[in-house]
């Protein structure tokens, strides 16, 4: 099936080649009608208008004057946001055109202050900002827009000044927009050009709300009015607040008396120009709305054209003189612009139409090229398709022999593997006989009493070995029959309480030798149910031997027996306060021949799987639930009742409870504590200091008993605690196992050589992996020997003895001459580059009569325990007696070769005593250095 799916691609790789043809004749028009499909501008630009102004009308004559011109310009996108007179709006707004990058901003600001810093901030950030009709407390803007509304208030004072002639009372009334730019001047205008004529009374001032409350502005206009009779003229800052004026003075009966002027002149009803051409008001001051410019400006600026930062609009008033030519000229833009928007809604009606044209024709191109090409590769289809259906014959038979090839050959990979597995059950079963013959007369030995102690020891670490090895050996039979369903499940009837405290009670000792507290709690007196004592003994051991392994001093270990809830199961849990697993381990627990990464004791991985199985042989689960530092607990639940089990699993009798005194030594034997030597064996005390780093305690231990009466031992059952020991105590020689928890050995042996307080400690690692692969392994780490287990022990005496010797030979390599002037090749890169470093040292400060060895550790960074081994180590002097040698060597040579007094050779070496200088070169050669020069003379 491989073979045929690979040349199916292929064939399909060959067919897309030969249809290139075809696709270049469809891609060539449907390129061509892509490239005429639209006609759109090739540069674009997006302006956004932020607008918060006061009056509708105004505002939607703004718009129209924007909309036309841009209509011109259909590359540009106009994005409008209308801030309804809210200023906090308005700024947000802004804000969001700034994110979104526009090319350009217009604002229309209602408020001057509060909308400063925002225009700032987008002009600051490079995006030009038009202002219109208002501006800001400051000029970081790029141009503003606008009419002078100080030359709107002043023209409304000329024209009330040509009105009244020179005297008369005047009202003026503005909006709500008190302080904002357009109020304020349009007010000071005004009044300022009143001033002139003092015949003119300025009675008051009314700032009114005309748009959401002019029930409340017309009673207030209609009291000031009653309160001034003599009012001739009213000035209104727009036209919506004139056409109000307008509607109380008709109320009250004196709109024929008083004269309104507004501001704006807006065409439409009830504007500016309607009120004037009606005599509703008697005139009004056209304001532009700067819309027209403010794009105009806008695309000067984009295409970097020249344009004005400041550009004032002209304004002029409107009254009966010139109202209807003004009328007719807006009806007249009016009209105009309908007609523009009317076409270009025809252009843009043309221009879909077009498109559709366009897509419709390439929908049919592509059609009729897709029906191209599926036509061409349909006709070489079925011209290969022969060829292919010959070649998956073939293959189809090709695939059918390696089919029957792979049938033999996973045939006899099976009979090489039950061939072997039966090889690895017999020995397993010829190992009982020689185990037996070990283990019979090696108790016979252990219980006579004539016994020596040192004899004793050494028996009882057989003894426990070969118990180990023979619950090894127990297990990998058991597991062996599981693997081939050749176990089968005898079970009768028995009170499982009483099981389990029998098998309790065989680690009641164990418990109290290391101050475990051990209790068994059940909370059913009797319960019987239906299970193989001889498989579920070998469950609970292993439960209780992993507990008791794990489990520290001063721990709790707990035996519940209880019933489920619904009472089908019984319930066996064994809590610990033990290490505890990690998650990954406890995913991995049942796996066979797994073994956990964290944990300072080493299993054959095989107790726990070989558990879970006896239990589901009985139909029951096991269940493991731990956590890192507080303990594990297994629960092993069985059915109660028979009901589950088939009649060939049943005793026709009920089987009598086994001895368990066999198993208590099998599981219990690694809990026992390892036999020490005698405290009262002398131990011959020895300079030299030897670290054992071994996780297994018997082998430590016999280690420890063998070589105590040459060498000062230390030992360290763990990579990180020996790695810690070695620091502190720099021993003269390591002796460290491979498989160690944590770090392992090479790991350890790496970094030790890698670091200078530790670089010249001999290193001897043991192994039971003796392949050559993994003997380079350990050369390559540094290691100075490589010794696999077993090992005789002679050979690891002698290996001791002549790593230690080496290093003497060594140390005298180092101390035959002054240390500066001699370099040994033999010893490592590290070794020499202490060396160096330290003969450096001590020569640079010979002169130097404070000199101590402090100053050495602080110029090498390590502490003075550490210093004071290493020197002794490589070299074989005390650092003091070294300075010493050295200063006097130097002193010798000062002597001989230079022309220096006593006294000055004695400063140069470190002695500021004359006197003392002689007297210790005496002791050090014999002779006084007055002496030693006169001879040298002769």
């Not at 909308?115 to 987008?122: D, H, N, Q, R, S």
């Not at 001047?185 to 009044?191: L, P, Q, V």
């Not at 009143?194 to 959401?212: E, F, K, T």
Request: with cysteine; aromatic share 8%.
């Amino acid at each position: 099936m491989l073979a045929a799916r690979l040349y199916y691609w292929e064939y399909v790789n060959r067919l897309l080649y030969k249809m290139k043809p075809f696709f270049v004749l469809w891609l060539l028009p449907a390129l061509f009608l892509l490239s005429c499909k639209s006609d759109k501008p090739s540069k674009k630009f997006r302006i956004g208008f932020a607008q918060c102004t006061t009056h509708d009308v105004w505002r939607e004559n703004m718009q129209k004057e924007m909309e036309r011109e841009l209509s011109f310009h259909p590359e540009i996108e106009f994005v409008l946001k209308d801030a309804n007179l809210n200023s906090d709006k308005q700024i947000h707004q802004v804000q969001e055109f700034i994110d979104d990058k526009m090319d350009l901003i217009i604002a229309t600001p209602n408020e001057a202050e509060p909308v400063t810093p925002i225009i700032e901030k987008a002009y600051a950030q490079g995006i030009p900002v038009i202002l219109v009709d208002r501006n800001i407390q400051s000029k970081k803007y790029t141009a503003f827009i606008g009419a002078s509304n100080y030359k709107v208030g002043s023209d409304a004072g000329t024209y009330t000044n040509a009105l009244l002639k020179g005297t008369g009372n005047v009202i003026e009334i503005g909006g709500l927009d008190v302080g904002s730019s357009a109020d304020l001047g349009r007010h000071n205008g005004f009044r300022d050009f009143l001033r002139q004529y003092p015949g003119i009374n300025y009675v008051s001032r009314l700032n009114q709300d005309w748009d959401a409350s002019p029930g409340k502005a017309e009673k207030e206009l209609t009291d000031e009015l009653i309160k001034h009779t003599e009012v001739n003229l009213i000035f209104a800052q727009n036209d919506r607040i004139a056409f109000g004026a307008y509607r109380v003075c008709k109320k009250s009966g004196i709109e024929k008396n008083i004269f309104i002027i507004g501001v704006d002149g807006l065409p439409g009803p009830n504007g500016g120009i309607d009120l004037v051409e009606k005599g509703l008001i008697k005139a009004t001051i056209l304001y532009p709305t700067g819309g027209k410019e403010a794009i105009q400006t806008a695309i000067d600026i984009l295409e970097n054209k020249p344009y004005e930062k400041e550009t004032e609009l002209a304004t002029t008033i409107i009254d009966s003189t010139n109202v209807r030519i003004m009328k007719l000229q807006t009806e007249k833009l009016l009209v105009q612009q309908a007609d523009i928007d009317a076409r270009q809604k025809k252009i843009e009606e043309q221009i879909a139409i077009t498109n559709n044209q366009t897509n419709i024709i390439l929908t049919i191109s592509i059609t009729l090229a897709l029906a191209l090409i599926f036509g061409g590769i349909l006709f070489f289809y079925l011209q290969e398709n022969k060829k292919i259906n010959k070649k998956l014959e073939q293959q189809k038979e090709e695939i059918g022999q390696q089919r029957n090839q792979l049938v033999e050959l996973m045939d006899e990979v099976k009979q090489a593997n039950d061939a072997k597995v039966n090889f690895f059950t017999n020995i397993s079963h010829e190992l009982r006989t020689p185990l037996t013959l070990i283990m019979g007369p090696l108790e016979d030995s252990l219980s006579s009493p004539k016994l020596h102690f040192t004899i004793k020891n050494n028996l009882e670490f057989i003894q426990r070995n070969a118990i180990r090895l023979l619950r090894l050996i127990n297990q990998l039979m058991d597991f062996r029959k599981m693997e081939e369903s050749k176990m089968k499940l005898n079970a009768s009837e028995n009170n499982i309480t009483s099981f389990v405290t029998d098998i309790a009670n065989s680690f009641n000792e164990t418990a109290r030798k290391k101050s475990i507290s051990f209790n068994i709690r059940s909370k059913v007196k009797e319960l019987k149910i239906w299970f193989d004592v001889n498989m579920l003994d070998k469950v609970l051991f292993n439960l209780l031997s992993n507990a008791f392994k794990f489990t520290g001093e001063n721990g709790a270990i707990d035996i519940i027996i209880d019933k489920s809830v619904n009472g089908s199961m019984a319930i066996i849990r064994v809590e610990d306060t033990g290490i505890g697993m990690s998650d990954d381990d406890v995913q991995h627990a049942y796996e066979v021949f797994y073994q956990g990464h964290s944990s300072n004791f080493k299993g054959t991985g095989i107790g726990l799987a070989l558990s879970k199985e006896l239990i589901q042989l009985h139909h029951g689960i096991i269940i493991l639930t731990s956590e890192k530092g507080k303990g594990t607990t297994f629960e092993i639940q069985l059915p109660i009742g028979n009901a589950h089990l088939k009649p060939n699993e049943m005793l026709p009798l009920d089987q009598s409870l086994i001895s368990i005194t066999d198993d208590t030594k099998i599981y219990t034997s690694d809990l026992l504590p390892v036999v020490q030597t005698d405290e009262k064996t002398p131990v011959k005390v020895s300079e030299i200091f030897i670290l054992i780093i071994e996780d297994n305690d018997d082998l430590r231990a016999f280690l420890k008993n063998r070589l105590c009466n040459l060498y000062e031992i230390h030992e360290a059952e763990n990579g990180e605690k020996g790695k810690l020991l070695a620091y502190d105590l720099i021993p003269d020689l390591i002796i460290s196992d491979i498989m160690l928890p944590g770090q392992n050995g090479l790991q350890i042996t790496e970094t030790l050589k890698q670091d200078i307080r530790t670089s010249h400690i001999p290193i001897i690692l043991l192994t039971a992996k003796s392949s050559m692969e993994e003997q380079i392994e350990g050369i390559k780490s540094q290691a100075d020997a490589f010794i696999t287990k077993p090992f005789n022990l002679e050979y690891l005496e002698e290996s001791i003895k002549n790593l230690l010797k080496n290093r003497a030979v060594l140390r005298e390599h180092y101390t035959s001459e002054l240390p500066s002037e001699t370099r040994s090749n033999s010893s490592s890169k590290i070794d020499r580059k202490f060396i160096n470093q330290f003969t450096s040292i001590v020569e640079n400060n010979l002169s130097n009569e404070d000199f101590s060895v402090e100053d050495i550790c602080k110029e090498i960074g390590i502490s003075r325990v550490q210093l004071y081994r290493k020197v002794k180590a490589l070299i074989g002097y005390n650092i003091n007696d070294y300075i010493l040698m050295v200063r006097m060597q130097k002193a010798k040579y000062l002597l001989s070769n230079e022309k220096l007094s006593v006294s000055e050779v004695a400063f140069k070496v470190g002695f500021s005593s004359q006197a003392y200088f002689a007297t210790v070169f005496k002791t050090k050669f014999g002779i006084t250095p007055t002496e030693f020069r006169e001879k040298k003379k002769q």
